[in-house]
């Protein structure tokens, strides 16, 4: 018996010697596909259902190779997926017609099957760690005995790959299938849904998402600024921004989930959306207005798909003369100890799209065909004609789903001035768990509060938010979960000022529009607001700076300027004095 498989040994059927008197389809062909790492199996299982759909001559089954370092998380996706998955050691006794992998580090027994490579990634662009030894090797790239067997077949996304590759190792010459890249043709037809992955993300309309990709390994991103993510969010207003993440696969199989959260707890704290390692990157990346990568494979689609880049960090691991160095020559370096909100805002307002255009035609070839090109290869390497039937459906992108919770406490900074139109509000709130990781932090809040003397800050939170510390140190504190009627509204400012000592100002959504803010001398002040609707801590910071003005809270018409981007007109009108809370 050989270890690997749920029974513990061969699996019988759809493969096996005696296979026939079990299985349902007759199959003619056993396409095998070799899963070693979360990348490579994903990017596979992506491919797959535009290659075999509806034939019954194609018996596909999985064989795991459990010896990557990057392994953990495989048998659960093939599981979740409803995959067939035989012990690796199986693979030597079916005598398959076709091995297909997106690693090229799988130890193929020996054979006369052909092998079809798929990168899992750009082309080849990096050196990484051999698993064979101390050295390092090209990702991408296929041992040399499998290229002298003549199995192997290599696919490529652009010619200049197939010259590459000639030039570094001349075995894999006649070796090479010019294919296109899959994962780049469906990015570009995704776009048509780009609003649908913003919404499902909850990036509102006129918010900007940026989006953090980092590779594994020392040199990426996360490797060397893994403090990034907080440092972003503390610098960007969060009514004007939401910001994402898409780690590596590499990095959540070697270090796991639960380490991962714990080193971004307060930037998950702060709202930070951490795309799971399987597919969501992709929405995400199209729903970007701003990527801050570094030589991994996402941040050159996400130059491809025309949004502005920042290079965070770029590893010497990359590979000269390849489109991912074309990308380094011409595109912005971000300074994470500067200013990341005006350096984010200047990547937007400088960005020229065609900035990335050679970079785009030396990576991707003839785009729009790469799955038509897949399915001929396979099936012309299975020694099997095409199916007659419809080619299949051009598919988006799935909606993914909600990535992270919502902020529950703020630093709020409030300005008041006069306009010709009447007075204004400017209200721009930032996390509070990350503020303080934001570039000069609370000290240079501080200074520039006393440079302006209608410049004030205060601390918010929600009533859920869960550290009992903010809460009671909190200012101003809004009800989160849903509005209530004038009494209900009423009834929960007067028991959450009660609870809560520390608060000045507590404020609810009102049912039908409109929110309450009740203030502790008991006066109540109802804020009527035009345009989108706004939390009760907008309408809470208006009254707030009004108090801090030494102004009447009640009675006005003034303009609130939510953090830059827009601005609603409110009225704001003291309740009569039988709303009072005492």
Sequence with gaps: MVSGSPSGGFLRVPVGPDAHRWRTFPAERTLVVAARTVTSTVRVLEALPALVRDDPRVSVVFAHDPTSAFADGVREILRDSGCRVMPWDQLAHIGPDLVLTASENVDIPEGDCPVLVLPHGVGFQKRVPDARGAHDRLSGLVPDALLESGRAWLAVS????????????????????????????????????????????????????????????????????????????????????????????????????????????????????????????????????????????????????????????????????????????????????????????????????????????????????????????????????????????????????????????????????????????????????????????????????????????????????????????????????????????????????????????AACAVRGGGHLVGLRDGRVVEAAVTGPATSPGLAAAIVYARLRQGLPPGEALLTLRIAGVRDEDVVLRPRPASSRLS
């Design 158 to 505: 652009h010619p200049d790959q197939e010259r590459q590759l000639l030039a570094a190792h001349p075995k894999t010459a006649g070796r090479t299938l010019l294919l296109g890249d899959p994962c780049y043709d469906e990015l570009l037809a995704a776009r048509a849904r780009r609003d649908a992955y913003r919404r499902a993300l909850g990036v509102a309309e006129g918010l900007r998402l940026v989006v953090i990709s980092s590779t594994w390994g020392p040199t990426s991103l996360l490797g060397r600024h893994p403090d990034l993510p907080v440092r972003l969010l503390g610098a960007l207003p969060h009514d004007a921004y939401r910001v994402a993440a898409v780690v590596h696969p590499n990095v959540w199989a070697a270090h796991g989930a639960w380490q991962i959260r714990a080193l971004q707890a307060s930037a998950l704290d702060a709202g930070l959306l951490v795309m799971p390692p399987v597919h969501a990157w992709r929405p995400a990346l199209v729903a970007a207005d701003v990527v801050i990568g570094d030589h991994g494979s996402v941040t050159l689609y996400g130059a491809a798909l025309g949004h502005p880049v920042l290079l965070g960090a770029f590893g010497a691991d990359a590979v000269p003369g390849t489109a991912a160095h074309d990308l380094a020559d011409v595109t912005p370096r971000l300074d994470p100890g500067g200013d990341l909100a005006a350096q984010v805002e200047d990547a937007v307002r400088d960005h020229a799209p065609e900035r990335y255009a050679r970079m785009t035609r030396r990576a991707f070839a003839d785009s729009g065909r790469a799955s038509a090109r897949l399915r001929a290869a396979v099936y012309e390497l299975l020694d099997l004609p095409e199916p007659v039937s419809a080619p299949p459906p051009d598919l988006l992108l799935p909606v993914p789903e909600q990535a992270a919770g919502s902020v529950t406490s703020w630093l709020v900074v409030t300005e008041a001035a006069e306009a010709p139109a009447g007075p204004v509000v400017s209200v721009r709130r930032y996390p509070a768990d990350a503020r303080a990781y934001a570039h000069g932090g609370p000290a240079a809040e501080e200074e520039g509060l006393a440079a302006a003397p209608y410049r004030f800050a205060h601390l918010a939170c929600s009533d859920a938010e869960r550290d009992r510390r903010l809460l009671e140190s909190a200012s101003v504190i809004e009800r989160a979960d849903r509005a209530g009627s004038v009494p209900e509204a009423l009834r929960w400012i007067r028991d959450t000022l009660a609870r809560l000592p520390g608060g000045l100002l």
